[in-house]
């Protein structure tokens, strides 16, 4: 490896240890004050929080969500249930086989998601708006990159 590649791997190596210093913890006070805000303002836990997250994803069955989240059916029934004694979830007979139950947002259920997804967007943009135009356009870069290395498992 000439001198330039081995220049290349440290420069790789510094961005590696840069990231895992920065996302972590950055990730981690984003997903505390989701739950901060699902538990204190919403009054539903973090799990039954994920549970409507799940279900907006597309996940639509107690044993889907299960598999998923790597908790046990009956942990999934009891939160969907407290979901929809709330009136945030639906339960419907599955069209292609009436012996399964799909599960639904209702229109609270996506009100609420959408509410703390904009309080958390609010919050970022808090903690963003000391950064200059200059820091601004450079981090939404590095995202970008971010974002194509993931969707393309490293394809650029």
Same mark, same amino acid.
């Given at each position: 490896?000439?001198e330039?590649?081995?220049? *290349?791997?440290?420069?790789?190596?510094?961005v590696v240890?840069?990231?895992?210093?920065?996302?972590?913890?950055l990730?981690?006070?984003?997903?505390?004050?989701?739950?901060?805000?699902?538990?204190?303002?919403?009054?539903?836990?973090?799990?039954?929080?994920?549970? *409507? !997250?799940?279900?907006?994803?597309?996940?639509?069955?107690?044993?889907e *969500?299960?598999?998923?989240k790597?908790?046990?059916?009956?942990?999934?029934?009891?939160?969907?249930?407290?979901?929809?004694?709330r009136?945030?979830?639906?339960?419907?007979?599955?069209?292609?086989?009436?012996?399964?139950?799909?599960?639904?947002?209702?229109?609270?259920?996506?009100?609420?998601?959408?509410?703390?997804?904009?309080?958390?967007?609010?919050?970022?943009?808090?903690?963003?708006?000391?950064?200059?135009?200059?820091?601004?356009?450079?981090?939404?870069?590095?995202?970008?990159? *971010? !974002?194509?290395?993931?969707?393309?498992?490293?394809?650029?």
């Amino acid at each position: 490896m000439g001198e330039g590649g081995r220049d *290349l791997g440290r420069l790789r190596q510094q961005v590696v240890e840069a990231f895992w210093e920065a996302f972590p913890p950055l990730w981690g006070q984003i997903r505390a004050h989701i739950r901060r805000q699902a538990v204190e303002r919403y009054g539903i836990t973090v799990e039954q929080f994920h549970i *409507l !997250r799940h279900i907006r994803k597309g996940y639509r069955s107690v044993r889907e *969500l299960a598999e998923v989240k790597g908790i046990s059916r009956a942990a999934v029934s009891q939160a969907v249930d407290a979901l929809v004694n709330r009136g945030l979830v639906t339960r419907r007979p599955d069209p292609a086989d009436r012996r399964r139950v799909q599960l639904e947002l209702t229109p609270e259920g996506h009100a609420l998601l959408e509410a703390l997804f904009q309080e958390a967007s609010l919050w970022l943009q808090e903690r963003l708006a000391p950064l200059r135009r200059r820091e601004l356009q450079s981090l939404l870069l590095a995202l970008e990159i *971010l !974002r194509r290395i993931g969707t393309h498992e490293g394809d650029l």
